[in-house]
């Protein structure tokens, strides 16, 4: 559970935002519908919260497999502390009346994953809005999104359990934009050690090839923006002392250690930099939460926050 409440801000006065469609919940039968609460109209990324925590219960009741129903039990418990996270009221406990017919799994699926893409842009867009308090956290959960609607189809057990989370350490500019410059670099210089093992494949190798280019293209959008914002940032370090993979299962750990391990310091350059950068870093904290499973790294609950 969270460590210290964080409470955020959203432009005041903005128009309420309706819950279109949020009602009508295929394989639910009336009286079932759980019971949530209203959005605060000045936080317009409210609205998307409820619809996804809406689509996590339906999916909750429909006929999943194992690694599909676990999946889902850890998102509505995360969900649980996003609202707490967004000063919204926690959704009370629910489950379908006995007698109600599961809902198919396929649909309650694909419903989610249109939850989750729709609320990955809404969460995006809070932590953009200059008026919002914390926007690192909605950039968090709108990692979460794209992270969480990757593994839908196909689960991993490596879900990253409860834990603490703080927001970043108060920095200056110049700090948080160093770091993040750091840890980019950082994550670079590892990714090129794992991908120099011999024994990957041709699969394997292109998306080395593809993470590469993505880490690189984002070292060189920090740099340029700490220039246009007339930071002094100092060079990163020619090497890092990263030991060589012995096999593929180390080659894979080092990819999702060395991408995983930059994300609070980008996190901290989202909080702290200047907003120019804001937009960068959003994109990637998604790109890294969604890749860093893939290499058998965890599916983590607040990508870009510290860990404690």
Same mark, same amino acid.
């Given at each position: 559970m969270l460590s210290r409440r964080l409470l955020l801000g959203g432009a005041a006065g903005a128009a309420a935002v309706a819950l279109t469609g949020c009602d009508a919940l295929?394989?639910?039968?009336?009286?079932?519908?759980?019971v949530l609460p209203a959005p605060d109209p000045s936080v317009p990324a409210h609205a998307a919260l409820i619809g996804v925590r809406r689509r996590l219960d339906a999916a909750a009741a429909a006929d999943l497999t194992d690694d599909q129903a676990g999946?889902?039990?850890?998102?509505?418990? $995360?969900?649980?502390?996003q609202h707490a996270a967004t000063s919204l009221a926690v959704p009370a406990p629910w489950s379908p009346a006995p007698? *109600?017919?599961?809902?198919?799994?396929? *649909?309650?699926?694909?419903?989610?994953?249109?939850?989750?893409?729709?609320? +990955?842009? %809404?969460?995006?867009?809070?932590?953009?809005?200059?008026t919002t308090a914390r926007p690192l956290t909605w950039a968090s959960m709108a990692?979460?999104?794209?992270?969480? *609607?990757?593994?839908?189809? +196909?689960?991993?057990?490596?879900? +990253?359990?409860?834990?603490?989370?703080?927001?970043?350490?108060?920095?200056?500019?110049?700090?948080?934009?160093?770091? %993040?410059?750091d840890a980019a670099s950082?994550?670079?210089?590892? $990714?090129?050690?794992?991908?120099?093992?011999?024994?990957l494949d041709a699969g394997e190798r292109g998306h080395f090839a593809e993470r590469l280019a993505f880490w690189a293209q984002l070292r060189d959008r920090l740099d340029a923006q700490a220039r246009q914002d007339a930071l002094a940032l100092a060079p990163a370090p020619p090497w890092f002392d990263v030991?060589?993979?012995?096999?593929?299962?180390?080659?894979?750990?080092?990819?999702?250690?060395?991408?995983?391990n930059a994300l609070p310091a980008l996190?901290?350059?989202?909080? &702290?930099? &200047?907003?120019?950068?804001?937009?960068?870093?959003? +994109?990637?904290?998604?790109g890294v939460a969604v890749d860093v499973p893939r290499w058998s790294g965890l599916l983590e609950r607040w990508p870009g926050l510290p860990r404690t």
């Amino acid at each position: 559970m969270l460590s210290r409440r964080l409470l955020l801000g959203g432009a005041a006065g903005a128009a309420a935002v309706a819950l279109t469609g949020c009602d009508a919940l295929a394989g639910l039968t009336p009286g079932t519908t759980p019971v949530l609460p209203a959005p605060d109209p000045s936080v317009p990324a409210h609205a998307a919260l409820i619809g996804v925590r809406r689509r996590l219960d339906a999916a909750a009741a429909a006929d999943l497999t194992d690694d599909q129903a676990g999946l889902i039990a850890w998102a509505r418990r $995360l969900s649980d502390e996003q609202h707490a996270a967004t000063s919204l009221a926690v959704p009370a406990p629910w489950s379908p009346a006995p007698a *109600s017919p599961a809902p198919d799994a396929a *649909s309650a699926l694909a419903a989610l994953a249109d939850a989750l893409a729709g609320a +990955e842009r %809404a969460f995006a867009r809070q932590a953009l809005d200059a008026t919002t308090a914390r926007p690192l956290t909605w950039a968090s959960m709108a990692a979460w999104c794209a992270a969480t *609607s990757a593994e839908l189809p +196909e689960p991993r057990a490596n879900r +990253e359990p409860a834990r603490g989370v703080l927001l970043p350490a108060a920095q200056t500019a110049q700090e948080a934009a160093q770091d %993040a410059l750091d840890a980019a670099s950082a994550a670079l210089y590892g $990714l090129q050690v794992a991908a120099g093992y011999a024994g990957l494949d041709a699969g394997e190798r292109g998306h080395f090839a593809e993470r590469l280019a993505f880490w690189a293209q984002l070292r060189d959008r920090l740099d340029a923006q700490a220039r246009q914002d007339a930071l002094a940032l100092a060079p990163a370090p020619p090497w890092f002392d990263v030991r060589r993979p012995a096999d593929r299962t180390d080659a894979y750990a080092l990819a999702a250690r060395a991408q995983a391990n930059a994300l609070p310091a980008l996190g901290g350059g989202l909080a &702290h930099a &200047h907003p120019g950068s804001r937009g960068t870093l959003i +994109e990637a904290l998604a790109g890294v939460a969604v890749d860093v499973p893939r290499w058998s790294g965890l599916l983590e609950r607040w990508p870009g926050l510290p860990r404690t």
